[in-house]
């Protein structure tokens, strides 16, 4: 294996993210913020409301 090797991973890419998203909930990632703590631009989007 050298570092510009490649892997077909699929639908692991769901476990994958899981797990770092456990791992920083264990120190680095508060559940409770605001997302736009983490991505600043989301906190710039507008919202549709009462379009029916």
Same mark, same amino acid.
């Given at each position: 294996?050298?570092t510009?090797?490649?892997?077909?991973?699929?639908?692991?890419?769901?476990?994958?993210?899981?797990?770092?998203? %456990? +791992?920083?909930? /264990? $120190?680095?990632?508060d559940?409770?913020?605001?997302?736009?703590?983490?991505?600043?631009?989301?906190?710039? %989007? +507008?919202?549709? /409301? $009462?379009?029916?």
């Amino acid at each position: 294996m050298t570092t510009d090797s490649v892997f077909a991973i699929f639908s692991t890419t769901k476990a994958i993210t899981g797990t770092a998203c %456990l +791992q920083l909930v /264990e $120190g680095k990632l508060d559940l409770d913020a605001p997302a736009k703590t983490y991505a600043p631009a989301i906190g710039k %989007l +507008q919202v549709i /409301e $009462g379009s029916r």
